[in-house]
T-cell receptor
Framework: DGGITQSPKYLFRKEGQNVTLSCEQNLNHDAMYWYRQDPGQGLRLIYYSQIVNDFQKGDIAEGYSVSREKKESFPLTVTSAQKNPTAFYLC???????????????FGPGTRLTVL | SQQGEEDPQALSIQEGENATMNCSYKTSINNLQWYRQNSGRGLVHLILIRSNEREKHSGRLRVTLDTSKKSSSLLITASRAADTASYFCATIIQGAQKLVFGQGTRLTINP
């Protein structure tokens, strides 16, 4: 059963703690993305990776970090430097990078992070 | 500022009616995509229309693209309760490597 999985579904964090959100895909996609969604809003790009061992900052990268050591995995760390981390986080992947001509993105189910 | 902006922000119709949502964007694009999001879930890709296409159909969905007006519309015909969701347009700006999403239209289908 191919797709993208994210874990955990719900995550609670105390202020000052770093937390890591997991994203795994078995679609053999080259590109992976992390988005943040606030209530009633669209998606904002945090980081993206077009190939293993390479990633670029998106529009709101401050306070976040990522790694892409394996093609299947693109974990996101929300650091204590992120001042307002409570949000819904979505991971996505596509066959090729977003600049490709036919590049639909496949999304995971999301992780809802709440800072206590 | 948002590259894509949907209109209306919210739409409520009766089951069986048609629903039309619009998306406007600011800069030249490679393609425009529509996604659906059920409450608290991930997004699901609905349809992609390339910049050199004017209309595309998929089942009960019809998408149009007018590059001269920098706008697109999504029509859902014969709506069903299961169509209740938020709908987002997303664009790839020419020369960019990222998909930019609008803020979405929240569609409610009343039984």
């Amino acid at each position: 059963d191919g797709g993208i999985t994210q874990s955990p579904k719900y995550l609670f964090r105390k202020e000052g703690q770093n937390v890591t959100l997991s994203c795994e895909q078995n679609l053999n996609h080259d590109a992976m993305y992390w988005y943040r969604q606030d209530p009633g809003q669209g998606l904002r790009l945090i980081y993206y990776s077009q190939i293993v061992n390479d990633f670029q900052k998106g529009d709101i990268a401050e306070g976040y970090s990522v790694s892409r050591e394996k093609k299947e995995s693109f974990p996101l760390t929300v650091t204590s430097a992120q001042k307002n981390p409570t949000a819904f986080y979505l991971c996505a992947s596509s066959i090729e990078g977003a600049g490709g001509i036919d590049n639909e993105q496949f999304f995971g189910p999301g992780t809802r992070l709440t800072v206590l | 500022s948002q590259q894509g902006e949907e209109d209306p922000q919210a739409l409520s119709i009766q089951e069986g009616e048609n629903a039309t949502m619009n998306c406007s964007y600011k800069t030249s694009i490679n393609n425009l995509q529509w996604y659906r999001q059920n409450s608290g879930r991930g997004l699901v890709h609905l349809i992609l229309i390339r910049s050199n296409e004017r209309e595309k159909h998929s089942g009960r969905l019809r998408v149009t693209l007018d590059t001269s007006k920098k706008s697109s519309s999504l029509l859902i015909t014969a709506s069903r309760a299961a169509d209740t969701a938020s709908y987002f347009c997303a664009t790839i700006i020419q020369g960019a490597q990222k998909l930019v999403f609008g803020q979405g239209t929240r569609l409610t289908i009343n039984p």
